[in-house]
């Protein structure tokens, strides 16, 4: 990726004079600079789904269903905001959705009237240069501005005062952040990952097993060859429904993405070669790799992994302690269903929980026995593109949540503005303090103005 030069110090003071100004603040412009984002979506589909194919190697209609609906639900619709913009913000997006991820989160802080920088990962060079050169192009830069370049850049900008950050990304990468932050008491909203299960209960009809297939591996093989936060990452299944589920997920496998995967433009490449490397080495365990049960096959010059099955790799392995992110799904087998509320409970709390059950019994005990951010019943991945209902993560998944007014509520401070007249004052407010104030007050805490009318007419003890 070409390497960028920036004098921040300028850059971030063209910034700051222009919210100063109060132009980010006035509806009109956030509107303005909202509707272009349409525009821009709109006139530059195919340049856009270029971009995607050749940084991840995504179907348009992968890209389209991820990257190239923008949520309006985030538009302002009344003049009359009590919130107020939070000032200068910077957005660090991922490389996975690079810009589905990025416009969420700039609708939201445009939507709260913010002055916005937007750093998106070199690891996705021609969307970063895509999302540059549009969003140059039809927004106002003296207010929202986009730097592209590696990790020195975002080092640098993270040496910045701001006002709000905003990052979707790894969590090692998320502790840096939260560090720089710290030294300039800066709130951070962080959007991690974790490792999401699918707990598959045994599905008596073969209807619903077959909606479940689909809407499993659509999540998994689907979301950008499983590089994506909320994909599925393992799945856990009563051991007498095991063998019935591997061979079922191998059928839809070859019904979804054919004989020869590799040559199916449906299933995304990995993002590079350390990814790839990562991948290969969790399958390289000799004890993993004999799990393996489906697929397998890696080319590495496309960059591609093939759908991957594997029955019970032993727990203490790299696939089942890190997020896994990528196309490898792992199904752990036990002696009941009801032992995956323990199994999840047990570990670190994820982004999401999919549980494909008609148990009504057990959806209650999955519920109140679990922490996540969502739980999701007979689908999966769905969650996050409802911008009525919040996304963000809990405990090592991340903090905050956005999306529709959620996203402006993240980007705003809610000013408390109390107004009052001075017809009317109560004098035991103020000193000097006495028994009989005393008296008054515990009555005014109680909202007992009866009382209080009693004691000022000397009608009641005090």
């Known amino acids: 990726m070409e390497e960028h030069i920036y004098n921040l110090d300028i850059e971030m003071g063209v910034l700051r004079h222009t919210f100063n100004s109060g132009k980010t603040k006035d509806e009109s412009w956030r509107k303005t600079q909202l509707k272009n984002l349409l525009s821009l979506l709109t006139e530059n589909e195919a340049e856009i789904y270029s971009a995607l194919r050749q940084d991840l190697g995504k179907h348009p209609v992968e890209s389209f269903r991820d990257e190239a609906e923008l949520p309006l639900a985030a538009f302002p619709t009344s003049a009359h905001l009590v919130p107020e913009p939070l000032g200068l913000v910077l957005i660090i997006s991922p490389w996975n959705f690079p810009f589905g991820l990025s416009l969420e989160a700039l609708v939201g802080a445009i939507a709260a009237g913010n002055a916005v920088v937007l750093k998106p990962s070199e690891l996705a060079p021609a969307s970063s240069s895509t ?43 998320a502790r840096n952040v939260m560090t720089a932050a710290a030294k300039n008491l800066t709130p951070v909203a962080l959007e991690l990952g974790g490792k999401c299960p699918a707990v598959v209960d045994c599905l008596p009809s073969s209807w619903d097993q077959k909606i479940a297939l689909r809407r499993m591996l659509s999540a998994k093989f689907g979301t950008c060859a499983g590089q994506a936060c909320i994909a599925i990452d393992y799945i856990l299944v009563e051991k007498n ?33 350390s990814h790839f490397s990562r991948l290969r080495n969790l399958l390289s365990e000799p004890e993993v790799e004999a799990s393996v049960v489906h697929g397998g096959s890696l080319d590495e010059d496309n960059l591609f992994i093939e759908p991957t099955l594997l029955v019970d790799p032993p727990l203490k392995s790299g696939i089942m302690t890190e997020e896994i992110f990528g196309p490898l799904l792992p199904i752990i087998t036990l002696e009941k269903i009801e032992d995956s509320v323990e199994f999840i409970s047990s570990r670190p709390r994820p982004l999401a929980i999919y549980a494909f059950t008609n148990n009504e019994g057990f959806k209650k005990k999955l519920s109140s026995g679990t922490t996540s951010s969502s739980i999701v019943f007979n689908d999966a991945i769905i969650q996050y593109v409802a ?23 993240l980007f705003s401070h809610e000013k408390v503005v109390v107004r009052r007249s001075f017809i009317v004052d109560f004098w035991f407010r103020y000193p000097p303090w006495n028994q009989h104030k005393l008296h008054l007050f515990r009555s005014a805490y109680r909202y007992d103005y009866l009382g209080i009318i009693l004691i000022i007419l000397g009608l009641k003890k005090s």
């Open 131 to 173: 999302l540059a050169k549009l969003l140059h192009s039809y927004l106002d830069t003296k207010a929202i501005k986009i730097f592209e370049g590696g990790a020195s850049v975002g080092e640098e900008l993270l040496q910045h005062k701001w006002d709000k950050i905003f990052f979707t990304g790894s969590s090692n990468v």
């Open 387 to 409: 911008d009525s209902l919040p996304f963000g993560g809990v405990g090592e998944s991340g903090f905050g949540r956005y999306h529709g007014k959620f996203s402006f509520d």
């Open 241 to 273: 429904f095991a063998s019935t589920l591997v061979e079922l997920l191998k059928a839809s496998i070859r019904s979804m993405f054919g004989e020869n995967p590799n040559e199916s433009n449906t299933i995304a490449r990995i993002i590079n070669k």
